[in-house]
């Protein structure tokens, strides 16, 4: 039996009528959004042999609650029969009819009293004593410091998309902030820096999250006590109020997760009435919050990944829907790519965009962008740089690669290989990275006093000298250390020591902005230029291309990037980690350079940046060198097993200790395993043909089970698999799924169930509410802040791993 | 509307259409005698029973040519060869992978006349030199390796393909270069495949008999399937994945026969049961019983005993634990081991500097590091914070005392306290304190945890480890590779540890220093010890969880180790020996045809499979019911095989090479037999399942690809071999080659072979 006969409106209709029908339908035929969803008949639950017949339906009583009529006498039910079918979402309501008394507008608001109580709750949680604390918690240390660059518009990198940062800068710029201040692990505030406003805006976020847990359990067709358990959990769980109540990315985090799923199910309630504005409307706005999320963390892609498989299904199940017309089909494939594929995409990159347009300044994170790029920025110096390359030249030589770093050399040696002096890739500006262009061994001295000034061209054979040590650039066929594979390059000789191995051919791929130099008649044209001419280095003896990837030397190189020599059959011609570019630029016989000879577009410079984002993210690594007593393991996170010590642990020192509440994890966790029992015992009696829920109870079920598991998985897997650095933290947005599980859970076996008297499922709540609020009470010390010695207060360690006490 | 009206109007003609090809099926498919002469002689037992022995002969010849060329060590013959030679010495070695297929080779070298003497220490030791009988050794996995060719053709031909498409398949794996590589040598990877196709036959034999259930026939190969499987998963770590295969397979067989129109629930639990027996009673006591085999052939001590518990190896005889353990009294001047780094707990007059590199500050204590050398400087004397007696064991130092060490060079206490140790801010600074000074008395004090230990427990010398965990700051005295400055002399640096069960603080005791005239009494006045005896599940139980551990330790990074991506396209091969001399070498890599055919097989596969769904989900069946069946289930068991055999690689951190992929090409080829033989002709030999007693008759079809099959099989084995005798030289090691010839048998850029000539540099 199809399981769309539920609500199909257009199948069993007896044949002789016309399409017209629709028309002189003077009532609809059934009204299920009328009934609990939860609705069961005390009958349902046996089992049949046969098909389970379209009478099942037919006895669903009809019952219209919301009957209104305006004053016309309108039937306002005959002007929107539903469009196509709907699977689980909620049948389209008539809108009621305007309220004629302030009266009546309450009693038809009511339903918006408690949401509103539990935000006034959650701005007194989320405020009270915000600014207790008046020193740099945690990471306000990183993102403080992010926000006062956009303030002070220095160009710096973070692994981090800009969104969040952008509006801590923007909090403090509303709250008068210059700055100044360098954020600096554990100090105190200065005066001048007005932190407390800072996180009253950025705990506004938090705040939001309470209401939008309520509304999203509605729009999840949860029971009235059920709604009141998210809002109470959201509301209560010390791991989310601690972390909304600093200048953090979290809150911000949290508060677009918590949107998206709320658009989500706001829009998969509008499925009765396709294409209409309310429909378009929701979908834009789950597009648009997930740009807004994905923005402010890369965490965001989780929940975009649950919209993404929502999407998938429902595509699915329209595709499979025989009657619906080919336009129509297109249509919701357009409307889905226009709006959670494309306006996703634009919101990201109008943050990039943003992000580069305040961030003009010349900054710490200038070495991990391009050298065009720099050449942009404010109290950069690189547009000054002489146009063309010469021999006797000084230098900086950039890898194009993604995150590539300056060719740099050092006095000191390679442990292992030649002995000679170490050459490698090195992201920050120093004197070390300066090198000569001279001419081969064989060829005449340069001369600095020669008349005519010799350019550097496509096919030049040259020897590059490391200025602060005279080693020339060097290969040989010894295997490098780390990429064995490899020749390694060395420092050899000095300004008259030396030999073949020292020599350079200088290739040209391309210029930026020139096109292919290579062809150009004019010998002027074909000069290398800085910044924007693409160069490769092929070794002149072994033939071999100079080369910066991502290996890392060990200690003794200063875990700096390891430069090697890669043959040149295993080169693709497009690898561009073999390519580089001339960065400063020094030569006191040319004129200076101008600005307007460097341009550099911003979806390249987007591109670059989002892939030097990804390379240093995977690069986060847990270092065995370095023992992080800080991280810790995605399998430690759902019973709780650890908690964070946000600050130092002095006695004098108010203290915030990152832990959840331990009933809303426990509760959460244990529902998720829970839901995965109960799925596989209804689908086993389903497959003896026990008939426990009717097509659209199981549809509605399954919807909510699925969204709540496959949100909690989504956002919990990766970290298993990833092998980055974890911290506890990175579960705070995981944990809204197991909690709208457990509502899930609870509502479904006590508050939907038909089971239990109405005073059985008032002490279940009770006791639910008052265990929530119970133990928040009991730990609330870890997010207000605990003053004084820490072992005075007692109680708090329920699980012997945590490390609250000394 | 007009589309459904479309759709009604159209339904008569399509059942129309739909009895036409019926008919047409009954003509041509249903009538053995109607298909063409050349397929009617092939499909007799006769001409089958030739193909087979044609595959197994000449895949005896292509894995026995040459067989004993290299006369040397070759890759991981450094590792199997050499737990060959420690079971036939009965010396106990660990490693991560189960000991079925070790077991064999250890039998393969006794039968062979191996004595064991032989160590396989390096990759190009010379066989030959030192006597080892290695042909006998090699010819083990050549003949495993063999007989998986007719089993691939066993498999198919039992799943309903013709000759010419089971023969397909089992030339894929005839003339693979890898696979012959890799069942040339003494390594585990014939065995698991072997043994994995055997389980995959097993399971499709038992599949048939699905409706004669609970008959002899059907308990014999579900019997199978389970020994098979444990055969699998004894030969190598991998071979759990085949268990897991199985066991989605059943699964799902378990979820049809949930269906309540199969039966009540009493036939459920009947086949339930039924299955736990035999696939999960049954293999676990096969695989339980080689670890009893491998327990009882491996008496002695060995290598292997240092990654055991102290327990395990007292059951060694000849552990040196075992010999000369020795418990510790109060007083006794004794010398510490870090358990993983073996350094010694050190401290010398030299103190740390006031300030550092960073900045931070130190207590200019004196010095205590670790050292890697035998030292004076390394003697510490355990003082008691108790009073204790005069003699007796009461005198013993044990689990959960608390004492002071006294470094004697310089008669001062270890200490630690709460100051930054000089390299890690995180961690305590770790010193010492003059013996007299009382002040800091109470930051000297340690309590010593052996681990495991029981209340009482005594702390002895070389048996048992222990953490050393300070009193006042709970900190435990841990240490790490990095090494202290020119300062402390490159010596390790020993600090505080916050975390006090952290597990790499564990330290061990390593004697016990005796004075010249004192007379070691303990020794003398133990008998000579017997190895004790340890129950063989405790046993069992901790070299499985060792196994484990240590298999997700291999991490470190090795050049020719690659990705699970580049395996199915064949892009890197491994470098298994090489010889400069005569520019040979032996290179792991696969028929680049036959590889590829299966990858384009499997992307066909799947593009039908997807084709079928969405055209399903429009109503539309574009597949007949009986090949679509065979698609589903027959295939999609292979597609099963080789996802499960593949897809874990892609979470795993450790190294990973090609040779991983082999039981996945495997299934690879058995996927492309099933889509030439969709993609040749629409038939199917329908339905291949022994029928039941109570099943209904099904009106049978066959399968008929005529003349082109056995033309494009012939034309596809040229090729195939053609491919692999133009790559043999890098199979077989021999002969050597040229720079040229090198640089022409690398077919992608990707390949690393040696000896390659220097191409002229292009300017």
Redesign the interface.
Known sequence: MPSAVAVDFGEDISPTRT?SDFEEINYPSHHESSLPSYYMEDKARRRT?GPVSIMEEEKVPLVPQNEYFDDEGKDVYNKRPPKSRVSSGRMWQAPPPRPASLQEFFLQNMEHIPPIIYTLLSCWTRFHNIGASDIVVWDEAHFGKFGSHYLKREFYFDVHPPLGKMLVGLAGLLAGYDGSFDFKSGTQYPENVPYVAMRVMLATFGVGMVPLGWYTAVELGLSQWACHLVALMVLFDVGWLCISRFILLDSMLLFFTFLTVFCLTKFHNQQHDSFGFDWWMWLVFTGLSIGWVTSVKMVGLFVTALVGLYTIEDL?EK??D??M?VRDHVKHWGARIACLIVIPILVFMASFKIHFMVLNHSGPGDAQMSSLFQAHLVGNDFNKNPLEIAFGSRLTLKNMGWGGGLLHSHVQTYPVGSSQQQVTCYHYKDENNEWIVLPRWDEAEYNPNEPEIRFLHH?DSIRLSHKPTTRNLHSHPIPAPVT??NWEVAGYGNSTIGDQQDHW?VEVVDDVVRGDIKKHKDEKEQRIHSLTTRLRF?H?IL?CYLRAANAILP?WGFKQIEVSCQA???TSKNDVHTYWNVESHWNDRLPLGDQKYYRSPFLRDFWHLNVAMMTSNNALIPDP???D?LASKPFEWPFLHIGLRMCGWGDSQLKYYLLGTPIIWWGGSLSLVLAIVTVGVYL?RA???YVDMNDREWNHFMYVTKIAFLGWALHYVPFL?M?RVTYLHHYLPTLYFSVLMLAHMLDHFVFSSRRWTQKTKAIVFGVCATLIFGTFWWFRGVAFGIAGPVNDHWGLLWRKSWNIYN | MSLRQRHTLSRPGHEYERAQEEEHADDVYQNPNSRHPIEKILETDRASTIVVAVLTTLAFALRFYKINQPDQVVFDEVHFGKFASYYIQGEYYFDVHPPFAKLLFGLAGWFSGFDGQFHFDNIGDSYTANHVPYVGMRALPAILGSLTVPVVYAIMKQSGYSTIISAFSAAIILFDNAHIAQSRLILLDATLIFFMSLTIYAYIRFQKLRYREFSTEWWGWLLATGAFMACTWGSKVNGILTVVTIGIAVLVDLWKLLDHRRGSMDYFWRHFIARSIGLILVPFVIYLSFFYVHFALLPTSGPGDSFMSPAFQETLSGNEMLLSSKEIRYYDTITMRHKDSKVYLHSHVERYPLKYDDGRISSQGQQVTGYGHADTNNYWQVYPTKAIPETGSGRVVRHGDVVQLLHVNTNSFLLTHDVASPLMSTNQEFTTWPKDDKSKHNETLFTLNLIDANDGQAWKTKSGYFRLVHGKTRVSMWTHSKQLPEWAFKQQEINGNKNPTEKTATWFAEDVILDEDEEDDRVESQPAKAPKKMNFFKKFAELQLLMMQHNAGLTASHPYASGPINWPFLLSGISFWTESDTQKQIYLIGNLIGWWTCVVALSIYVGILGADLLARRRNHEPIPEPVRNRLWNSAGFFFLVWGVHYAPFFLMSRQLFIHHYLPSHLASALIAGAILQFVLSETVNYPISIRGPKTRAQIRQYSDIGLKGPIILGIYCVLLFAMFAYIAPLTYGTPGLTGEQVNSKRLLSTWTLHFAAKKTAEV
Request: charged fraction near 35%.
């Open positions: 399409s042999k699915w595709f499979g025989l009657k017309p096919g064995k594979l051919i092929k002149q033939g200690q040149a059959d295993a060198d370095k023992e007593i086993m497959q003896r043909k698999v092998g």
